[in-house]
């Protein structure tokens, strides 16, 4: 009697992106890194063709919140995790380049001493121990990925050990956000009290005001969006984000086939805490300024806005979501601003109705659609 033995073939893993989605990849890469600097630094100023630094600052502040968007979509849209408190990371990241560039200003402010002006209109002899290693640009970028990963990751372990999820983890993440606002708006902090950090000159010694700056910054904030997204498309295609993904759908499921989802909740919220750190370090220098408003409640809930409203648990919703809010917002903000507010809570209701998966989601039915009715 002979005993054959087979072995399990496991499903090979997708490729990072089609030849479709490389193309597309490729021709958003050639757009952030040659052709935006070209209309903006080359083509004239009154050319149909040029694009304005207002349109360019814009760009690139909305940028910054895609990497915001797409940090929510991995936590909430793939881990089932609705955090409303991702606005403290992103301000925690800015917070940390905000105070690098006050030290580049150095004795140019308006007080014409080494700390910056609000220390000094507040009587301050010297910097506080926070601020020891502000002068340094490397030190800077090591605290802009440890400062909220070490948040994160103390929060995230007591909140997922005790096993607190749905509504009352959203609840907890927006009262943490609310509690650090509260805390800068203090002057005795040394952040800038309600102020903030502003009047920025310089970055890296050069002068931060200037047209090939302000691009430089902007073709930096693309490479990292871009680089975002394929992070994110490599995470959720491995096994730690299938493992993610069965978490959000059935997690006690997960635990009886003898996986504990700590290690991955708080790996992948971890993950998206930095991600909107890195999005607030490179908000920063493009704006010119961070004060804790941008820790309010209200800008994590637009974060959620731009995941939900893009499609949640498509990584490219998310980029979707945060450029056509932002873009709706800044046309409302000026044609109808005391509409805007209104229009955003009935856009979020509408989408969670009416389209769950949201814009991108709704195309993708569409073109499904097309595609069977042409078969026919």
Known sequence: MTHTTSTLQLPEAPALLGTKGWILFLAAFITVCAVVPVLNLWVPADSVF?????????????????????????????????????????ALGGYVMGMYLMRQIGTDGNYKSNLPDFMVFLDWKTLPWHWTFSDSFLATLLMIVLVPGVLAFVFGYFAFRSRIKGVYFSIITQAM??????????????FGGNNGFTDFKRILD???????????????????????????????????????????????????????????????????????????????????????????????IEMAVWAAVGGRASLIGPIVGAFLVNGMKSWLTVTAPEFWLYFLGALFIGVTLYMPQGVVGLMQKLSAKTKAEERV
């Open 50 to 90: 040029h694009m304005s630094d207002y349109a360019v600052a814009l760009v690139g502040k909305v940028m910054c919140y895609a990497i915001c968007a797409l940090a929510i979509d991995l936590i909430w849209g793939y881990t089932g995790i609705l955090s409303l408190g991702h606005g403290l990371f992103f």
């Open 177 to 190: 956000t609310f509690a650090a606002m509260l805390l800068f708006f203090r002057n005795e902090t040394g």
């Open 206 to 300: 050069l002068p931060i005001a200037t047209p090939a700056m302000r691009m430089t910054l902007f073709v930096l904030t693309g490479w990292a969006l871009l680089m975002s997204y394929l992070f994110a498309r490599w995470l959720v295609q491995s096994k730690f984000g299938r493992v993610l993904q069965a978490i959000r759908d059935a997690e006690s499921r997960v635990m009886f086939s003898g996986y504990s989802p700590l290690p991955y909740k708080l790996t992948i919220w971890v993950i998206s805490a930095v991600m909107c750190g890195i999005a607030g370090a490179l908000y920063v220098p493009q704006v010119g300024i961070i004060n804790p408003s941008e820790m309010s409640p209200a800008n994590s």
